[in-house]
């Protein structure tokens, strides 16, 4: 079974700087993916970035970038150049592929200070 | 494109009754999943389903719980007779595949119960 950790309950940042998300993952998938997804207030579960396990190169999307480790099992999300909009429950999320659903973290919550 | 819809949005009974949740997804969609969402945690997956055949229900609570989705498109999830931890948020999703990864999930907006 998949497992997803997220150590950071809540983080604050001010506006217009960057944070990083912090998430370690466990899995006996040899191949996989890796999502961040972003919950504002309205519930609706947003993507922000994706990862292939297999794909070396950090995915990237505009402010949103992540940090992908294989060996050490971890996926951090870093946000540049925060904005009020950014604030939101953050999930890690893991899935295995083929007919797998995902597999959540906890979550974080981003705070952003103008 | 329609989003995930969902409905109610909110809804309030007390234990050891029932209640049904309802959920339509992108047109097209061949997979529909439901989460179970408690306050403070990441959603769990409950049910999964490809067209009107389920492929995985493994934690699902099948002594309260049930779903079906006829015809392969809206889906409806019941709880009878509910308890007090039931109280979650019930989020559908969609992807037009078997599972996501290719194609992207979309969820809808969930609905909040509460049992009292």
């Known amino acids: 079974a998949q497992t997803v950790t997220q150590s950071q309950p809540e983080m604050s940042v001010q506006e217009a700087e960057t944070v990083t998300l912090s998430c370690t993952y466990d899995?006996?998938?040899?191949?996989?993916?890796l999502f961040w997804y972003k919950q504002p207030p309205s519930r609706q579960m947003i993507l922000v970035i994706r990862?292939?396990?297999?794909?070396?190169q950090n995915a990237t999307e505009n402010r949103f970038s992540v940090n992908f480790q294989k060996a050490a099992k971890s996926f951090s999300l870093k946000i540049s150049d925060s904005q009020l909009g950014d604030a939101a429950m953050y999930f890690c999320v893991h899935s295995g592929g083929g007919a797998d659903g995902l597999t959540f973290g906890k979550g974080t919550h981003l705070i952003i200070q103008p | 494109e329609a989003g995930v819809a969902q409905s109610p949005r909110y809804k309030i009974i007390e234990k050891r009754q029932s209640v049904a949740f309802w959920c339509n997804p992108i047109s097209g969609h061949a997979t529909l999943y439901w989460y179970q969402q408690i306050l403070g945690q990441g959603p769990k997956l409950l049910i999964q389903f490809q067209n009107n055949g389920v492929v995985d229900d493994s934690q699902l609570p099948k002594d309260r719980f049930s779903a079906e989705r006829l015809k392969g498109v809206d889906s409806t999830l019941k709880i009878q007779p509910a308890k007090l931890e039931d109280s979650a948020v019930y989020l559908c999703?969609?992807?037009?595949?078997?599972?996501?990864?290719?194609?992207?999930?979309?969820f809808g907006s969930g609905t909040r119960l509460t049992v009292v």
């Open positions: 990862q292939e396990a297999y794909k070396q």
């Open positions: 899995t006996s998938e040899s191949d996989y993916y």
């Open positions: 999703a969609s992807s037009l595949g078997v599972g996501g990864l290719i194609y992207g999930y979309t």
